[in-house]
């Protein structure tokens, strides 16, 4: 099937970037949300967004004009009933999300698509809130949507083929780089980028180091585009606490998300959308000393290393390959090397023997995926050995 017209419900920040998204490729959107007042800031960040695209040279005024028309906002379901494919983009609660798909089920055609910008939450859920589970799939989007270009299109054991494939050929037509992955919890990069969250946040409780300090040392290494606690500021710090405590309920302790950070969501400090900031003041520059040269050393290693071992356990439960696993990083995360590729080029046996160490000294979520143990016992122990995580693919070995 082909998806001619699509429906966004949530018109926040990401459901206005995903409308602007599919428009910008000529494709007529109806997006709906019970505040108007919300609808009309969509609009706004909508024309806003088309608009750079003129001042870049990327888009005419008249067709930045044509693209905007084609948004039809609503406070109204009713103006989704001859959509091909609806996404809800409302927030991240599975109760919430399970009832507006449940209500869309009843509302729209039989052969509609109902998908879920779900960050990390269950899309099997989802599907069994709707007499449609065939049908019920999760897109993915990543922060900000409208440039980032990943879209994890996650699949259920009830997903339809044809459904998918609708799926893929709209976000690719949309000029998305869609990956196709199972339904479990976190999916690929949230899974990976919240385990590396995590230990992050652990450092800065052992240590007392400053937010600003920690994010200066990673972003200054060059793993990371932003420092962490800069990006869940941007995110939102509701929404990475959600994600971080369904992450724990479903994989474990690992993913335990920081006491202050918990603090900080009940004070109303929810990062950059509220005034009063999250782990930064809003409106202040924030400075703290840098960290000393071991610290850092430390602190940059526990990031590299909880990210390599989380990356590996994906490779052992999801149908990809360590490239796609690297690469859906980079799109979505930005991450400047995946995180396999860093474990190939240190060597996966002084990896394996630094997670070992860190299990010894009692850091958690370091115990050894089975991938890594594999490659290490055939001697397949990254760059200079010639196979490793990445090398294993193309030489038809254990890790695909």
Not at 81 to 89: F, G, H, K, M, S
Not at 93 to 111: F, G
Not at 275 to 282: L, T
Request: with cysteine; hydrophobic share 50%.
């Amino acid at each position: 099937m082909f998806v001619e017209r699509v429906g966004i419900v949530g018109a926040g920040t990401m459901g206005a970037d995903i409308a602007a998204v599919v428009a910008l490729r000529g494709i007529p959107v109806r997006i709906c949300d019970v505040d108007p007042g919300q609808l009309t800031r969509a609009a706004s960040r909508i024309q806003s967004l088309l608009d750079q695209r003129v001042r870049r040279g990327r888009l005419t005024a008249a067709a930045a004009a044509d693209r905007v028309a084609l948004v039809a906002p609503s406070t109204d379901w009713a103006a989704l009933t001859d959509v091909d494919l609806v996404v809800e983009a409302v927030p991240e609660r599975l109760e919430l999300k399970c009832q507006v798909l449940s209500q869309l089920d009843h509302q729209l055609p039989p052969l509609a698509i109902l998908a879920s910008n779900t960050s990390a939450q269950s899309v099997s859920v989802m599907a069994e809130a709707t007499g449609r589970a065939e049908r019920v799939i999760g897109c993915h989007f990543f922060f900000p949507a409208f440039t980032m270009p990943l879209v994890e299109v996650v699949r259920t054991p009830e997903t339809r083929p044809d459904v998918l494939a609708a799926a893929v050929g709209l976000w690719e037509e949309c000029r998305k780089l869609p990956l196709v992955v199972e339904d479990q919890p976190g999916f690929v990069v949230n899974r990976v980028l919240m385990r590396a969250l995590a230990e992050v946040f652990r450092f800065e409780e052992e240590t007392g180091a400053a937010p600003a300090s920690i994010d200066a040392a990673l972003a200054s290494s060059g793993l990371v585009p932003l420092g962490p606690f800069q990006l869940c500021d941007a995110l939102g710090l509701d929404v990475v606490s959600d994600v971080a405590g369904t992450l724990e309920r479903e994989l474990g302790k690992r993913f335990e998300p920081s006491a202050r950070l918990a603090d900080l969501v009940s004070a109303g400090r929810l990062g950059a959308k509220v005034p009063a900031g999250g782990f930064y003041v809003a409106g202040e520059e924030a400075t703290a000393p840098e960290l000393s040269d071991a610290a850092r050393s430390r602190l940059i290693r526990r990031f590299q290393l909880a990210a390599a071992n989380e990356a590996a356990r994906v490779l052992d439960e999801q149908p990809l390959s360590a490239r796609q696993i690297d690469l859906a990083l980079a799109a979505g995360a930005g991450l400047k090397r995946g995180p396999l590729a860093w474990a190939d080029q240190e060597g996966l046996d002084a990896v394996q023997h630094d997670m070992e160490e860190a299990s010894a000294l009692g850091l958690r979520g370091f115990e050894m995926p089975t991938s890594l143990d594999r490659l290490v016992r055939q001697g397949w122990t990254g760059v200079r050995a010639g196979r490793g995580f990445l090398g294993a693919a193309a030489a038809g070995g254990p890790s695909r």
